[in-house]
């Protein structure tokens, strides 16, 4: 079974921190995304890569950043934190050729910044 | 723009009546559609999808979905609820245009199946 695993369930940071989610995939897929799930948004796109090195924005970059230096690994860094990034963050991993593929999702970081 | 609409936030029924959420969508050309069911404080969980072919597409937990090419719709169903189905519920679309693999997602759905 493919895991997606997530380096906090609960994270709780103060405004103006430096804040690094982790996650990590033990499948060998190429594809890696960061969204974000807020109550009667959905799931937004943050970011995603395609490879080692590679990152693409998504539809709602600003804010954030991300780091992809091994395959298995993919971060995401809020800069300096605000309250308006308080929310739920999945990461999920497809392997290439993914058009047709689905995405498996870790089970979540709920971040609170006060 | 394209979009996935999911126009009902919550749907309740009865354990064992048939159950049905809806999902359409606004997409440029043809596009492959999924179903995601999130279980409380747990991540997304693959239900099924379709890519071309049947109309009728079965997934998991007894969980079917039927493609509308017209309508644009992709509903989810299944034909006997269970309160173990209670769980919120997201339709995500992937044009076939659009370079990447990023899916598009409705708002979800809460699906609430009373004993």
């Known amino acids: 079974d493919v895991k997606v695993t997530q380096s906090s369930r609960y994270l709780v940071k103060r405004t103006g921190e430096k804040v690094f989610l982790e996650c990590v995939q033990d499948?060998?897929?190429?594809?890696m995304f960061w969204y974000r799930q807020d109550p009667g948004l959905g799931l937004r796109l943050i970011y995603f890569s395609y490879d080692v090195k590679m990152k693409e924005k998504g539809d709602i970059p600003e804010g954030y950043s991300v780091s992809r230096e091994k395959k298995e690994r993919f971060s995401l860094i809020l800069e300096s934190a605000s309250t308006n990034q308080t929310s739920m963050y999945l990461c999920?991993?497809?392997?290439?050729?993914?058009?047709?593929?689905?995405?498996?999702f870790g089970p979540g970081t709920r971040l609170t910044v006060t | 723009a394209q979009s996935v609409a999911q126009p009902e936030d919550q749907v309740n029924v009865a354990e064992g009546n048939p159950l049905t959420v809806k999902c359409t969508y606004s997409?440029?050309?043809?596009?492959?559609l999924f179903w995601y069911v999130q279980y409380p404080n747990r991540g997304l969980q693959f239900l099924l999808k379709y890519i071309t072919g049947d109309n009728l597409v079965k997934g998991s937990y007894g969980f079917e979905a039927e493609f509308n090419k017209s309508q644009t719709s992709f509903h989810l169903k299944k034909p006997s609820a269970l309160v173990s189905d209670s769980a919120l519920y997201f339709c995500a679309v992937r044009p076939l245009n659009q370079a990447g693999t990023a899916l598009i997602f409705g708002k979800g759905t809460t699906l609430s199946v009373s004993s």
């Open positions: 999920a991993s497809s392997p290439i050729g993914g058009r047709f593929n689905e995405q498996y």
């Open positions: 997409v440029s050309g043809n596009p492959y």
């Open positions: 499948m060998d897929h190429e594809n």
